[in-house]
């Protein structure tokens, strides 16, 4: 059973990237709103090019479907916004927008991210690379500039949330643009951290190692081809190398998001919290 964190009934938490039904973000707004956090799901809510095909975004119809069954089982209050991440005004808006239906803003999860376009870097366009930083990174820059500034107008603090990922530690073969983008949400994560420290802001970052979501799915089928195996193989060979003896669970992430938004971590700041089973340590 997960732990209780009372202190975050009533707060309310901005989560971008929230809007597919199987994803992390699904999941952490879900684990959030158990503990009676007010929930502004975000996500583009349609497709954006062949970058940003529907397959691999939270629709409209999936985030109301999400809010619906955030207000029924928890009682909580719920808004979506579409926003595209990669424009700073439509970041801007989304912020504002959370604010005026919710009524504040104490916690942002900047979950929002691409990890679908995967290359060998001689391969990899500059478009695609680009679009992977653009979500990745400076969308996180512009949320978490916009958030904060709200949480300093407030003048009660705040917790920010960066999901990164293993990847923000250790390289992986054909995911150039995604481990770079990784690697530097963590340096954007301690700056940050530093900065606002003073006004009581908590800027932290997690580090899961691979969750087979929806995107996750994707990804074992990919680099199982990519490397010759059957996905049996891959698998495996995956379980193998974890201590723990699986892949993550939504849920592992979801329970690290909670406890970083929650009081039991006010003194834990620019930290990148690894959730790997043991497979990464540093």
């Not at 009676?36 to 975004?57: Q, R, T």
Request: hydrophobic content about 45%; some cysteine.
């Amino acid at each position: 059973m997960s732990p209780s964190y009372p202190d975050l009934k009533g707060k309310i938490a901005l989560i971008t990237g929230a809007g597919r039904s199987a994803g992390l973000g699904a999941a952490m707004a879900r684990r959030l709103a158990g503990e009676g956090v007010h929930i502004a799901l975000a996500d583009l809510g349609a497709a954006a090019g062949p970058n940003l095909p529907e397959s691999a975004i939270g629709t409209h119809g999936e985030m109301a479907a999400l809010a619906d069954q955030l207000r029924a089982a928890h009682g909580v209050r719920v808004t979506c916004i579409a926003a595209d991440m990669r424009d700073a005004a439509q970041v801007e808006r989304m912020v504002a927008q959370s604010v005026s239906d919710l009524g504040g803003l104490d916690i942002l999860v900047n979950n929002a991210g691409i990890g679908y376009l995967m290359k060998p870097i001689l391969e990899m366009t500059i478009e695609e690379f680009d679009t992977v930083m653009a979500v990745n990174l400076r969308a996180v820059w512009l949320a978490s500039r916009a958030a904060a500034a709200q949480m300093i107008k407030q003048e009660r603090g705040g917790k920010i949330v960066n999901i990164a990922s293993q990847a923000a530690k250790s390289g992986f073969p054909y995911a150039s643009a995604y481990c770079a983008s990784k690697h530097g949400l963590l340096g954007l994560t301690r700056v940050a951290a530093i900065e606002w420290g003073k006004h009581q802001i908590n800027v932290n970052a997690i580090c899961p190692n691979h969750v087979t979501t929806g995107l996750g799915a994707w990804q074992n089928e990919y680099f199982a081809k990519a490397l010759g195996l059957s996905l049996e193989q891959y698998l495996e060979a995956m379980r193998s190398r974890i201590p723990l003896g699986r892949a993550g669970l939504s849920s592992d992430s979801a329970n690290a998001c909670a406890f970083l938004c929650s009081q039991q971590s006010e003194y834990m700041t620019g930290e990148a919290m690894n959730v790997s089973g043991g497979e990464e340590y540093h």
